[in-house]
């Protein structure tokens, strides 16, 4: 019996120390940066709190004020650290508080609740002051001073230039093609056409260039004159006579022709022809008469086998060309007005922007 009662005893002991051990192991620390301070300057209160690891702990709950004309300016998150091999934990938190009345504030110790059990700290004073005002030299207080205006530069104001060139560029660029758009009409151009010279005309100017060039008198060069001269005569029967001349032969040439002229008003031209062909192939050399008489021969087929044309029909004619807008044409144009209207209200935007920026 009484080693029963000695065990009951010893465990309500045991219970006891545990109990006070558990009390012990929390520490509950209040300070203030500073004791004074002037109105509206800021002070940093700093609880630090320590317990079991274990331990669930509650720091208490501020709105906007810890009393009645100290309010908080900011709530710093808790710093946490383990000490004693990670058996205890110790957390720090700061309230950054400040005061816009002068007194002397008694600041309550702060509840902190450890696994619900609530701990309390001390308590702290804090005296704010105005500033002190010397009212034996009421001349060294002065007025507010006038605003001063600064001149505007022109870094100030560069973008804002830039860009109301660029937003009118682009809004009359947006107008032109909106415009462009909206109106459907064919697009018409008026085109001078000038006739082409008769044929006739072609081939004297030709001979007259032959002529003035003169190589035909000199002997190493009557393969490249009768070549020209005959060149000159076979475009002017492919227009005349509407055959191709140009590729023919000298005998499918004088073929052609009798079926349109008199063997008598070709005579001369036959024989230019075959004296042309034997100068080429043949190495022929005719005498410097022969090559006069040959170009004279040239000009008066011309003359007697040339069909007059009319003065009038000589001049420049006008022809009306109309270009109808393809869908194309329109798909493009409708996403170029849209281009342009978005980059448009962007400079606009930017323009109010820097504006704004410049005169505030």
Request: hydrophobic share 45%; glycine share 2%; charged share 25%.
């Amino acid at each position: 019996m009484k080693n029963k009662f000695r065990i009951f005893l010893l465990n309500i002991f045991m219970v006891a120390f545990c109990v006070n051990a558990t009390s012990q192991n929390v520490t509950i620390n209040a300070e203030i940066d500073s004791f004074q301070r002037l109105i509206g300057e800021q002070a940093r209160i700093k609880l630090e709190v320590t317990a079991d690891s274990k331990s669930k702990i509650i720091f208490p709950a501020f709105d906007d004020n810890i009393v009645e004309g100290v309010e908080i300016v900011h709530k710093a998150e808790p710093d946490t650290q383990y000490l004693n091999n990670k058996k205890l934990i110790e957390i720090t938190k700061v309230y950054t508080v400040t005061s816009f009345d002068s007194s002397l504030y008694v600041i309550p110790p702060f509840e902190v609740l450890v696994d619900s059990t609530p701990y309390y700290s001390k308590e702290l004073a804090l005296a704010v002051y105005t500033m002190p005002i010397d009212t034996t030299n009421l001349d060294a207080f002065f007025g507010p001073k006038d605003i001063w205006r600064t001149k505007l530069m022109w870094d100030d104001c560069k973008y804002s230039v830039i860009y109301f060139v660029l937003f009118l560029l682009f809004v009359a660029a947006f107008v032109w093609v909106l415009i462009r758009y909206l109106n459907n009409k064919p697009i018409i151009r008026i085109v001078k056409i000038k006739p082409e010279e008769p044929p006739h005309t072609v081939a004297f100017k030709e001979f007259e260039r032959i002529k003035g060039d003169g190589k035909w008198r000199n002997s190493g060069m009557t393969k490249e004159y009768y070549t020209e001269l005959t060149d000159a005569l076979r475009e002017y029967i492919n227009r005349r006579f509407d055959f191709n001349a140009t590729e023919m032969t000298t005998s499918e040439i004088v073929e052609n022709l009798l079926r349109v002229c008199d063997k008598e008003s070709i005579k001369e031209l036959h024989e230019l022809l075959v004296m042309a062909d034997l100068v080429k192939f043949a190495k022929y050399e005719p005498a410097m008469n022969e090559n006069d008489r040959n170009i004279v021969n040239a000009i008066e087929f011309v003359n007697n086998t040339k069909i007059e044309v009319a003065p009038e029909s000589l001049r420049p004619v006008e022809k009306k060309i109309v270009n109808h807008r393809s869908k194309r044409q329109k798909m493009l144009l409708l996403v170029s007005v849209a281009l342009l209207a978005v980059a448009a209200i962007a400079l606009l935007v930017l323009l109010i922007y820097e504006l704004y920026y410049l005169f505030a």
